[in-house]
């Protein structure tokens, strides 16, 4: 099993920037890729970005390609998502997940932290 806890949302006027943490504990050694994702109010679950735990390859959605950028320290074991150039349209819960090497999907989720752009 793996705990994920994220932290670092809050009230963020547009164009500003926000640093999310999430930190992994239990079988933290069987983590193969971890991610954020983001969920507004009526709207579907959405994919931003992954990173690879141990070599760090990242991926992003163009909807936060070059405002958003994900990091990790391994000794940590914690998760970053750095999110500049805020937009009232990023207003939502952003949660992190973690999936072992061979799964289809991410079995292992935070409680969420909320988010909110003002305009």
């Known amino acids: 099993q793996v705990q994920l806890v994220e932290s670092g949302g809050g009230l963020v006027q547009a164009g500003g920037s926000l640093r999310l943490s999430c930190v992994a504990s239990g079988r933290t050694s069987s983590v193969y890729r971890m991610a954020w994702f983001r969920q507004a109010p009526g709207k579907e679950r959405e994919f931003l970005t992954s990173i690879q735990w141990n070599i760090g390859t990242t991926s992003y959605a163009d909807s936060v390609k070059g405002r958003f950028t994900i990091s990790r320290d391994n000794v940590k074991k914690t998760m970053y998502l750095q999110m500049n150039s805020l937009k009232p349209e990023d207003t939502a819960v952003y949660y992190c997940?973690?999936?072992?090497?061979?799964?289809?999907?991410?079995?292992?989720w935070g409680q969420g932290t909320q988010v909110t752009v003002s305009s």
């Open positions: 997940a973690a999936r072992w090497s061979g799964a289809s999907s991410y079995a292992y």
